[in-house]
Protein backbone atom coordinates (compact mmCIF):
# COMPACT_ATOMS: atom_id res chain seq x y z
CA UNK A 1 0.00 0.00 0.00
CA UNK A 2 1.73 3.00 -1.01
CA UNK A 3 1.74 5.87 1.82
CA UNK A 4 -0.15 9.19 2.00
CA UNK A 5 1.13 11.80 0.19
CA UNK A 6 -0.61 15.53 0.80
CA UNK A 7 -0.62 17.77 -2.10
CA UNK A 8 1.68 20.31 -1.48
CA UNK A 9 -0.58 23.71 -0.43
CA UNK A 10 -0.19 26.68 0.98
CA UNK A 11 -0.31 26.37 5.25
CA UNK A 12 -1.51 30.23 5.57
CA UNK A 13 -2.42 32.86 3.36
CA UNK A 14 -0.66 35.81 4.51
CA UNK A 15 -2.94 37.73 1.82
CA UNK A 16 -6.17 38.00 3.96
CA UNK A 17 -6.22 40.41 6.01
CA UNK A 18 -9.12 38.43 8.31
CA UNK A 19 -6.41 36.77 9.82
CA UNK A 20 -4.26 40.11 10.82
CA UNK A 21 -8.17 41.45 11.99
CA UNK A 22 -8.22 38.28 14.04
CA UNK A 23 -4.96 39.08 15.82
CA UNK A 24 -4.78 42.13 16.40
CA UNK A 25 -8.58 41.29 18.22
CA UNK A 26 -6.40 38.64 20.42
CA UNK A 27 -4.08 40.84 21.55
CA UNK A 28 -6.51 43.96 21.91
CA UNK A 29 -8.55 41.93 24.46
CA UNK A 30 -6.89 41.20 27.42
CA UNK A 31 -4.62 44.72 26.74
CA UNK A 32 -8.17 46.56 27.29
CA UNK A 33 -9.23 44.78 30.05
CA UNK A 34 -5.84 44.84 31.88
CA UNK A 35 -5.89 49.02 31.70
CA UNK A 36 -9.35 49.48 32.28
CA UNK A 37 -9.08 47.26 35.51
CA UNK A 38 -5.85 49.05 36.59
CA UNK A 39 -7.43 52.15 35.90
CA UNK A 40 -10.20 51.39 37.89
CA UNK A 41 -7.97 50.08 41.13
CA UNK A 42 -6.27 53.32 41.06
CA UNK A 43 -8.39 56.10 40.23
CA UNK A 44 -11.80 54.35 40.73
CA UNK A 45 -12.89 55.34 36.74
CA UNK A 46 -15.80 53.25 35.92
CA UNK A 47 -17.52 53.07 40.46
CA UNK A 48 -17.23 56.95 39.54
CA UNK A 49 -19.05 56.48 36.01
CA UNK A 50 -21.60 53.80 38.03
CA UNK A 51 -22.72 56.14 40.96
CA UNK A 52 -20.60 54.82 43.28
CA UNK A 53 -21.58 51.27 42.56
CA UNK A 54 -18.51 49.12 42.69
CA UNK A 55 -20.44 45.64 41.91
CA UNK A 56 -22.27 47.30 38.86
CA UNK A 57 -19.25 48.83 37.65
CA UNK A 58 -18.02 45.69 37.67
CA UNK A 59 -20.77 43.56 36.45
CA UNK A 60 -20.62 46.29 33.54
CA UNK A 61 -17.12 45.64 32.39
CA UNK A 62 -18.23 42.05 32.67
CA UNK A 63 -20.67 42.29 29.76
CA UNK A 64 -17.88 44.37 27.87
CA UNK A 65 -15.48 41.68 28.34
CA UNK A 66 -18.07 38.83 27.38
CA UNK A 67 -19.27 41.53 23.93
CA UNK A 68 -15.38 41.67 23.24
CA UNK A 69 -15.00 38.33 23.39
CA UNK A 70 -17.91 37.19 21.10
CA UNK A 71 -16.33 39.89 18.41
CA UNK A 72 -12.66 37.75 19.05
CA UNK A 73 -14.72 34.78 18.41
CA UNK A 74 -16.27 35.96 15.17
CA UNK A 75 -13.39 37.50 14.07
CA UNK A 76 -11.57 33.87 14.35
CA UNK A 77 -14.13 32.24 12.44
CA UNK A 78 -14.01 34.34 9.83
CA UNK A 79 -10.35 34.33 9.69
CA UNK A 80 -10.57 30.52 9.42
CA UNK A 81 -12.72 30.57 6.70
CA UNK A 82 -10.66 32.58 4.44
CA UNK A 83 -7.63 30.38 5.29
CA UNK A 84 -6.44 27.13 3.03
CA UNK A 85 -7.62 23.25 4.55
CA UNK A 86 -4.38 21.00 5.04
CA UNK A 87 -5.69 17.46 3.94
CA UNK A 88 -3.78 15.54 7.19
CA UNK A 89 -5.70 17.82 9.30
CA UNK A 90 -8.97 16.64 7.68
CA UNK A 91 -8.79 13.24 9.10
CA UNK A 92 -11.49 11.55 11.34
CA UNK A 93 -8.61 10.96 14.18
CA UNK A 94 -8.00 15.04 14.31
CA UNK A 95 -11.43 15.67 14.39
CA UNK A 96 -12.02 13.61 17.60
CA UNK A 97 -8.92 14.93 19.26
CA UNK A 98 -10.84 18.57 18.08
CA UNK A 99 -13.76 17.93 19.78
CA UNK A 100 -11.90 16.64 22.60
CA UNK A 101 -10.06 20.08 22.97
CA UNK A 102 -13.11 21.54 22.66
CA UNK A 103 -14.87 20.09 25.47
CA UNK A 104 -11.84 20.34 27.11
CA UNK A 105 -11.67 24.19 26.67
CA UNK A 106 -15.57 24.57 27.72
CA UNK A 107 -15.37 22.64 30.91
CA UNK A 108 -11.97 24.48 31.95
CA UNK A 109 -13.59 28.31 31.25
CA UNK A 110 -17.16 27.19 32.46
CA UNK A 111 -16.09 25.36 35.88
CA UNK A 112 -13.86 28.26 36.84
CA UNK A 113 -16.16 30.65 36.18
CA UNK A 114 -18.82 28.82 38.04
CA UNK A 115 -16.05 28.06 41.20
CA UNK A 116 -15.26 32.40 40.66
CA UNK A 117 -18.66 33.70 39.83
CA UNK A 118 -18.96 37.00 37.90
CA UNK A 119 -16.91 39.18 40.50
CA UNK A 120 -14.58 36.38 40.63
CA UNK A 121 -13.97 36.22 37.20
CA UNK A 122 -14.29 39.76 35.46
CA UNK A 123 -11.11 41.15 37.72
CA UNK A 124 -14.20 42.33 40.40
CA UNK A 125 -10.63 42.35 42.69
CA UNK A 126 -9.65 45.28 40.97
CA UNK A 127 -13.16 46.77 41.99
CA UNK A 128 -12.82 46.10 45.73
CA UNK A 129 -14.88 43.02 45.75
CA UNK A 130 -12.40 40.18 47.18
CA UNK A 131 -12.46 36.52 47.32
CA UNK A 132 -12.88 35.68 51.15
CA UNK A 133 -10.33 32.55 50.50
CA UNK A 134 -8.04 31.31 47.80
CA UNK A 135 -9.94 28.57 45.55
CA UNK A 136 -7.92 25.55 45.01
CA UNK A 137 -10.71 23.10 43.83
CA UNK A 138 -10.92 21.84 39.81
CA UNK A 139 -10.61 23.34 38.18
CA UNK A 140 -7.68 25.21 39.73
CA UNK A 141 -6.35 21.89 41.13
CA UNK A 142 -5.09 21.26 37.53
CA UNK A 143 -4.05 24.43 36.25
CA UNK A 144 -3.77 28.75 38.00
CA UNK A 145 -5.11 30.02 34.55
CA UNK A 146 -8.07 27.40 33.88
CA UNK A 147 -9.83 30.54 31.88
CA UNK A 148 -6.74 31.24 29.53
CA UNK A 149 -5.91 27.71 29.51
CA UNK A 150 -9.38 26.70 28.38
CA UNK A 151 -9.67 29.39 25.62
CA UNK A 152 -6.90 28.17 24.36
CA UNK A 153 -7.69 24.69 23.84
CA UNK A 154 -10.93 25.66 22.35
CA UNK A 155 -9.04 27.62 19.87
CA UNK A 156 -6.88 24.62 18.73
CA UNK A 157 -10.04 22.66 18.84
CA UNK A 158 -11.36 24.85 16.54
CA UNK A 159 -8.62 25.04 14.32
CA UNK A 160 -8.05 21.11 14.36
CA UNK A 161 -11.92 21.21 12.94
CA UNK A 162 -11.93 23.23 10.39
CA UNK A 163 -8.54 21.75 9.39
CA UNK A 164 -6.61 25.24 9.06
CA UNK A 165 -3.02 25.28 10.01
CA UNK A 166 -3.50 29.60 9.84
CA UNK A 167 -5.66 28.26 13.27
CA UNK A 168 -2.72 26.78 14.81
CA UNK A 169 -0.32 29.68 14.15
CA UNK A 170 -3.54 32.01 15.73
CA UNK A 171 -3.58 29.79 18.75
CA UNK A 172 0.09 29.65 19.06
CA UNK A 173 -0.13 33.42 19.33
CA UNK A 174 -3.42 33.45 21.74
CA UNK A 175 -0.95 31.40 23.30
CA UNK A 176 1.51 33.92 24.08
CA UNK A 177 -0.61 36.52 24.31
CA UNK A 178 -2.14 34.94 27.54
CA UNK A 179 1.15 34.19 29.04
CA UNK A 180 2.23 37.75 28.73
CA UNK A 181 -1.38 38.84 30.33
CA UNK A 182 0.02 36.21 33.08
CA UNK A 183 2.64 37.98 34.02
CA UNK A 184 1.30 41.66 34.33
CA UNK A 185 -1.94 40.23 36.17
CA UNK A 186 -0.50 37.73 38.67
CA UNK A 187 1.69 39.74 40.52
CA UNK A 188 -0.79 42.26 40.94
CA UNK A 189 -3.56 40.28 42.11
CA UNK A 190 -0.99 38.99 44.62
CA UNK A 191 -0.54 42.41 45.36
CA UNK A 192 -4.16 43.61 46.28
CA UNK A 193 -4.45 40.66 48.26
CA UNK A 194 -1.45 40.79 50.03
CA UNK A 195 -2.28 44.69 50.98
CA UNK A 196 -6.08 43.02 52.18
CA UNK A 197 -3.45 40.92 54.61
CA UNK A 198 -1.76 43.88 55.76
CA UNK A 199 -4.48 45.85 56.83
CA UNK A 200 -6.49 43.03 58.46
CA UNK A 201 -3.16 42.59 60.08
CA UNK A 202 -2.83 46.18 61.23
CA UNK A 203 -6.22 46.52 62.56
CA UNK A 204 -6.05 43.16 64.52
CA UNK A 205 -2.99 44.87 66.25
CA UNK A 206 -5.04 48.17 66.64
CA UNK A 207 -7.78 46.38 67.86
CA UNK A 208 -5.54 44.32 70.56
CA UNK A 209 -3.93 47.40 71.96
CA UNK A 210 -6.97 49.58 72.51
CA UNK A 211 -8.15 46.31 74.70
Known amino acids: MAPFEAPAVDLVDLNQKSLFLSACSIAFNPLFWNVVARQEYRNKVLTRLFGG ?88 SITDAPMYNGSTCSFLGSALLYGKPAGILLTAWVFVVYQIALKYENPFTAGIYAKRERERAAAKKAGQKAQ
Not at 61 to 89: N, W
Not at 129 to 140: K, Q, R, Y
Open 53 to 140: RSQTACYALALTIFSLGLVRDFLYERALRHQPSYPLLELDEIKYLAYALIAAGNILVVSSTWMLGITGTFLGDYFGILMDDIVTGFPF
